[in-house]
């Protein structure tokens, strides 16, 4: 994929952080510095660590890493959101960590291109673990110049849960799959005070969902080329926000989604106060067991006409990734242990029945004890896939894109302007 940002870029978008006064944000540049001298200490920076699905099973696998390397020590950098700022951060005072775990998304996408992290493709064959890697993980991983930018972990499955005893005590016998029995239903949830989807029409969860219906009359390659040019003229991407109007002013949507977030999202659905969210797999590991014994996983319904035979889900093999910095390089002995260590089949399945994420690698254990990821994870060909947007958005898009995402959420603004608002975010860009 093409970068939009030059080496200059990157270094101009990071001038007003990039001193060493910014450094205590990485908790503490002292203990950076001296880790980035210690061969005997590799250092991490990850968003595992906070309330992040996995956060605990990473914890306690890297305790079982030091158990078995006695001679090498995991120092862990914790940052949430922030992380990609942060590390640019300490990478242009050549004071980052030797690897990053962080998912392949916005500031991410140009971090090979411009050499704040390296190619790692030579090591994955060298160490011995291609095969490991789901084919398309490595798909997802690998920039249009044939560099892997970084060594594929988390996936996600991104389908769309139902709670069917809200669906029933409103009347509604089934599922819906089609956009009329989605609006026939959201009335009848409506009259019995229950919001029908919630989304976070303020946030990426609604941005991901809003691009799920564009794509409804878009095939893979034309919303590929939507999303990386900007341009939404074409006849299957004005017919898809033709929809996304059609649903959202005929109520499908809670009241001001325009303002939600991912966690009013995910707090509505698992109160049962809305009946129907889309939820990527780590939303649907923390459904609690009741609405959990009857939430139903399928797709997005569909309208007449559309590209697709079957309801759809989005799924990413690019959640969560090691990427190997330059400093990492002086240290390959210690990544290469870390990395066979973390790909270890007794290791990825921790993660799979421990904290229910799902794996860009060759497994085949399954979540069983979070039984909502573990339906996503056997949806198989019953549901049809549409395009994850993230890998094609410029990354100086991807903010203005929730911008306009919010615009496109407000009942009453006509497809056009919603249409000229998905173009403007790409023209600011």
Known sequence: MRSSLSRRGFMAAGSGLATAAALPALSGCSTLASADSDPGTLLVHTQLGTTAPGSATYTA????????????????????????????????????PDVVMVNLYDKTLAWTDVGATVDVK???????????VLPAALEEWTDSKGRLRAFPYFATNWPVAYNTALLER??????????????????????KGVAPV??????????????????????PDEARKVYTT?????????????????????????????????DTMTTQYNTEAAAI??????????????????????????????????????????????????????KLPSVEKF???????????????????????????????FPLVAKAQQLGDRVGQV?????????????????????????????????????????TA
């Open 387 to 427: 395009l994850l947007p993230d890998l094609y958005v410029p990354p100086t898009a991807t903010q203005p894109l929730i911008t306009a995402t919010s615009t496109a959420f407000t009942r009453g603004t006509s497809a056009a302007a919603v249409r000229s608002a998905l173009e403007s975010a790409y023209r």
């Open 170 to 191: 409103a009347g509604v016998d089934s599922v819906p799959t089609t956009g009329d029995q989605l609006i026939g239903a959201a009335r009848k949830l409506r009259a």
């Open 277 to 330: 969210q889309s939820a990527m797999s780590s939303a649907l590991a923390k459904v609690p067991a009741g609405p959990a014994g009857h939430t139903e996983i399928g797709g997005w319904p569909l309208a007449p006409g559309a590209s697709h035979s079957k309801p759809t889900i989005l799924r990413s093999y690019t959640l969560i990734g090691f990427w190997i910095s330059p400093n990492g390089v002086r």
């Open 61 to 96: 696998v890297v305790k079982a890493f030091h158990k078995e390397n006695p001679g090498l020590r995991v120092k862990n950098l914790v940052n949430g959101d922030d992380l990609p700022q942060v590390y640019e951060t300490s990478r242009l005072a050549r004071k980052e």
């Open 122 to 132: 030579g090591y994955l064959d060298d160490w011995g673990l291609r095969e490991r």
């Open 230 to 262: 900007g341009d939404f003229s074409n006849r299957g991407a004005r017919e898809g926000i033709d929809y996304f109007v059609q649903l959202r002013d005929a109520g499908v949507f809670a009241d001001k989604a325009e303002g939600l977030t991912s």
């Open 198 to 219: 919630t989304v976070g029409g303020n946030d990426w969860t609604g941005q991901k969902l809003l691009a799920q219906i564009i794509q409804t009359f878009l095939t």
């Open 339 to 369: 990395l066979r260590f973390m790909y270890r089949p007794d290791v990825v399945s921790r993660f799979i029945t421990e904290s229910g994420r799902d794996m860009a690698l060759v497994t085949d254990t399954v979540s069983k004890e």
